[in-house]
């Protein structure tokens, strides 16, 4: 099992494509939170997802065995491996989850739609953000493409 969430941080004012939020992966196996480290962690979040769904879609389909991500403006990273039962998600600390691809793509499109769409259309950001989440959407099971 795994989980995904992606939350911005308070006290930014107005919904910006450059604001500063947080990512947490969990699994069966671990946990990888940017927030509450020492140097800070956190990320410009609108845009790590979209460099997170299009990272990740590209892996998908194509045949790299290993995805290295990094968040924007952050340290934070994971790394997604192919195994011969789906994938593992790993953070500096080591594996979080063994998963399948329904599992992680369905647990990133969740997180995605949770935090947004928050931003406003004229937002330097606000584009990228739609584009990304409709190439991604076909990636998920029974999602809406």
């Given at each position: 099992?795994?989980?995904?969430?992606?939350?911005?941080?308070?006290?930014?004012?107005?919904?910006?494509?450059?604001?500063?939020?947080?990512?947490?992966?969990?699994?069966?196996?671990?946990?990888?939170?940017?927030?509450?480290?020492?140097?800070?962690?956190?990320?410009?979040?609108?845009?790590?997802?979209?460099?997170?769904?299009?990272?990740?879609?590209?892996?998908?389909?194509?045949?790299?065995?290993?995805?290295?991500?990094?968040?924007?403006?952050?340290?934070?990273?994971?790394?997604?491996?192919?195994?011969?039962?789906?994938?593992?998600?790993?953070?500096?600390?080591?594996?979080?989850?063994?998963?399948?691809?329904?599992?992680?793509?369905?647990?990133?499109?969740?997180?995605?739609?949770?935090?947004?769409?928050?931003l406003p259309p004229e937002d330097p950001?606000?584009?990228?953000?739609?584009?990304?989440?409709?190439?991604?959407?076909?990636?998920?099971?029974?999602?809406?493409?």
């Amino acid at each position: 099992m795994i989980t995904v969430q992606f939350t911005v941080r308070p006290g930014q004012g107005d919904a910006s494509g450059f604001d500063m939020g947080d990512m947490v992966v969990a699994g069966n196996s671990g946990t990888a939170d940017s927030a509450g480290h020492v140097p800070d962690q956190g990320m410009m979040i609108y845009l790590s997802v979209v460099q997170l769904l299009d990272s990740l879609g590209d892996f998908l389909r194509g045949n790299a065995r290993v995805l290295s991500f990094t968040g924007a403006d952050t340290s934070f990273s994971l790394v997604v491996r192919r195994t011969k039962d789906g994938l593992s998600v790993a953070c500096k600390d080591g594996v979080i989850a063994r998963t399948t691809v329904p599992e992680l793509t369905s647990a990133v499109l969740r997180a995605t739609e949770d935090l947004g769409p928050a931003l406003p259309p004229e937002d330097p950001v606000a584009s990228d953000w739609e584009a990304a989440l409709a190439a991604f959407r076909p990636l998920v099971p029974s999602s809406k493409g």
